[in-house]
């Protein structure tokens, strides 16, 4: 197998240090490391950090290949730092049996871009009646271990406790995507100033919140743990915030979206705002930040939700809800989190590698850079700044929010099991 | 004025009083036995209409002949919509005939804003009420009458609405004409109170320029007009409201609570009209009740906006120099 020595790379941020892969392991971290027989990259004081773990990803295959596949997505997610990736499972045919989630994670690893781990629908066909074969898929190829109706919400409180009883029989975890349907009937953007301005209905923030706190109580009273999907309130963050202090098992997610925009962008009715759960406001996205920052929140995932040009290219209420956001994440990040100062590139590790793979148990990622670790790496040039162009994505889709927009940070490689997937920005 | 008409809040004061008077001068097309102007000649104007309302269609294409324009009327039933093309196909479609304005109705909130900004189109684009966001004309009309009302035909030229108090009543979540009024109302001085139940009042309304109640009686001895909005009865079973009896008991407007009202003041309706539960025949009938005017208004509102957006320089009427106007 081949070497390559990774030269004066700052890791998680630190001091410059050398840093051998070989193989499919990384063989020694230190300074000064010999370059004989090793492929060099010179870092240049660029940031390396583990590669980065996507708790929540819509990839679309099978079903929707005209919007992203599991090939497109995959180097997408190679292009924007990431090593795996969780898939939701909201696909045609939706992901609730062992056949879906073992297509979806073989075609993640013929492909070798990143892997890809399947998430299992908790009930079938999303519909929230009856649970999916959980077992089933766990036992699977795919090993699942999260379970997600994400896209609908487990609003049955009886199907959510027993789904969360369920899989405490084999370490698995539910992940909700927390609203509360009747309050969210005809629900077009976040419910406030803007929305009875703009006439778009209106998606209030408690049904978020009412659901959270109901499931966190769940989970309390049946000793299980549960994620909540793509946090989006400051109530929300609160009600997180009281369970973990009861000692609840719950973590939590956010989108680098809902970090950084606001309501006030509908005002364009431009849908490639259209989002759900919805921009929320100023306010709620300070609490978020800060959230994020003392750990109440515990990852970043970007609910990468690819759609066709046409579905965004309309008026506002037949738009598809969803961005992509693989490719900017970590940019978002470092411009919401790291340049602000609430967190430092080990907290972006953290929240971005090192949780996400411990809450979906992905094995061998988001380990720490040091010796005998798998080479899953990500090198990013954190003093790099420049204007988001879509036409670059190698996501099939281009709804992002982000368009022309300056934000800082890119990735230049990614390694995967020492195998690299990004080079100088391409990806090979 | 800007290039297109999508909502009242993009409206200055001077803006929306030059339509006013204009309006005026197009009123007095009305009285002539020939109600026609060459203004609009050669130009296309297509009435877009994704949402049924024959009363705004009619009223716009009124106001486009009496111009002299070309009209093309669209509706989306039976049309390549209803086969699932897209809006923005549509205007294209419609756009590559050759039409100079679009007039747009549509059921989504934004959809004239998209139309106007999202580079599909070159052409003008008027909004004629989108979802429950805005319904610019109806508020020029409604601001003209009640400025022919309250302060007169002739003296109310070159003059805004300032101090005037306006109660707006009924279904205000889901109402543009709401909105719009509040907006222009407010621009033009007004001061402006709306009165619904709480569950009929959207959340964030907060921030809109007006003041709001949930208490009809005390807010009808102080107002110079009265607006009663539709209500419509299915907004019962989504629990909005218990009954239409309870309904009309505490919102509704009766001629006891006409009687409370200032001698003065006006009580106006956009259409259509629910009798027995928003207002009563004796209200909607009385002679204080504008309902029917508004609607004659209208079409000299339309005319002044349409003649504004598209006439360029010239002026709308020319003096009479024959014996047209005798």
Redesign the interface.
């Known amino acids: 197998m081949s070497k390559i020595l990774i030269r004066g790379a700052k890791v998680l941020g630190g001091e410059p240090q050398d840093v051998l892969i070989d193989g499919e392991t990384i063989a020694e971290v230190g300074t000064g490391l010999s370059a004989e027989g090793a492929e060099v990259v010179e870092a240049g004081g660029k940031v390396l950090l583990p590669g980065l773990v996507d708790l929540h990803t819509h990839l679309r295959e099978p079903g929707r290949e005209d919007s992203e596949t599991v090939l497109t997505g995959t180097r997408a997610a190679a292009s924007g730092g990431y090593t795996a990736v969780f898939a939701m499972a909201n696909t045609f045919p939706v992901a609730d049996t062992a056949g879906v989630v073992e297509q979806v994670y073989r075609l993640g690893r013929e492909h070798g871009y990143c892997d890809v781990q399947p998430i299992g629908a908790v009930t079938v066909g999303l519909e929230g009646r009856k649970l999916a074969e959980l077992g089933a898929m766990h036992e699977s190829a795919a090993g699942v271990t999260v379970f997600s109706d994400d896209g609908k919400c487990v609003d049955d409180a009886v199907i959510m406790r027993r789904a969360l009883e369920y899989v405490k029989a084999f370490g698995g975890v539910v992940a909700q995507h927390a609203q509360e349907p009747r309050l969210t009937e005809g629900a ?1 953007m976040n ?10 209905g ?1 998606w ?1 923030a408690v049904a978020e919140e009412s659901i959270i706190a109901r499931d966190v109580l769940l989970a309390e009273h049946v000793g299980s743990r549960v994620h909540i999907c793509h946090l989006s309130t400051a109530g929300s963050v609160e009600i997180v915030r009281w369970a973990k202090s009861r000692g609840i098992d719950v973590t939590a997610e956010v989108t680098p979206h809902h970090l950084l925009l606001t309501d006030e962008l509908v005002r ?3 849908p490639v705002y259209k989002v759900n759960p919805p921009l929320r406001t100023e306010r709620d996205v300070m609490a978020l930040r800060e959230a994020l920052a003392d750990g109440t929140i515990d990852i970043v995932a970007t609910d990468h939700a690819p759609h066709p040009h ?1 579905d965004k ?6 738009a598809a809800m969803g961005m992509v956001g693989l490719e900017t994440a970590l940019s978002v990040v470092q411009e919401t989190m790291v340049a602000t100062g609430l967190l430092d590139w080990a907290g972006v590790a953290d929240r971005m590698s090192v949780k996400p793979a411990q809450i979906g148990q992905a094995a061998g990622h988001g380990r720490p850079v040091s010796a005998g670790e798998p080479a899953n790496l990500t090198l990013v040039d954190t003093e790099y700044r420049g204007q988001v162009d879509p036409a670059g994505f190698a996501s099939r889709s281009r709804n992002t929010p982000y368009e022309g927009r300056e934000l800082p940070g890119r990735v230049t490689h990614t390694w995967l099991r020492g195998k690299a997937t990004l080079v100088d920005g391409k990806l090979t | 004025m800007q290039r297109h008409l999508i909502s009242a809040a993009d409206l200055t004061r001077d803006d929306a009083v030059l339509i006013l008077d204009t309006a005026e001068e197009m009123a007095r097309v009305a009285d002539r036995p020939i109600k026609k102007l060459p203004t609009l000649r050669g130009r296309t104007i297509v009435n877009l209409f994704f949402e049924d309302s024959t009363r705004t269609r009619i009223s716009f294409e009124a106001a486009e002949k009496r111009l002299s324009a070309d009209v093309i009327n669209f509706t989306a039933k039976g049309s390549s919509v209803s086969k699932g093309e ?3 196909d549509t205007a294209q479609t419609l756009e590559a005939m050759g039409v100079d304005a679009v007039v747009i109705r ?6 004239p ?2 139309l106007a ?2 580079g599909w189109i070159d052409a003008a684009v008027i909004n004629a009420g ?5 319904h610019p004309t109806q508020a020029l009309l409604d601001a003209f009458t009640m400025r022919r009302r309250l302060i007169g035909r002739d003296a109310g030229l070159g003059q805004d609405l300032s101090g005037r108090r306006i109660t707006v009543v009924g279904d205000v979540l889901h109402s ?1 004409v709401a ?1 719009s009024n509040v907006d222009l109302l407010h621009t033009l001085g007004a001061e402006v109170t709306l009165v619904a139940p709480p569950t009929l009042v ?7 320029p007006c003041e709001v109640s949930y208490d009809l009686d005390s807010t009808l001895p102080k107002c110079d007009a009265v607006m009663m909005l539709r209500v419509q009865r299915e907004r019962m079973n989504a629990a909005f409201f218990p009954t239409e009896r309870e309904y009309s008991r505490r919102y509704g407007l009766d001629g006891d609570r006409m009687a409370r009202l200032p001698e003065h003041a006006i009580v106006m309706h956009p259409g259509p009209m629910v009798r027995g539960m928003e207002i009563t025949a004796e209200v909607a009938d009385s002679d204080r009740c504008t309902a029917v005017e508004q609607v004659s208004n209208g079409v000299s509102i339309r005319m002044a906006v349409l003649y504004l957006l598209l006439g360029g320089n010239e002026p709308a009427v020319t003096r009479p120099t024959g014996s047209e106007e005798k």
Do not use: I, M
């Open positions: 077009q419910e406030g100033v803007v929305s009875a301005e703009l006439g778009l209106g209030p364009s009715y431009n046409e290219d309309c008026e506002w209420a037949a | 897209s809006l923005k549509h059921g989504a909130s934004g959809a804003y998209r900004n999202s989108d979802g429950t966001h805005q543009r909105r959207p959340v964030g309304v907060e921030n809109w």
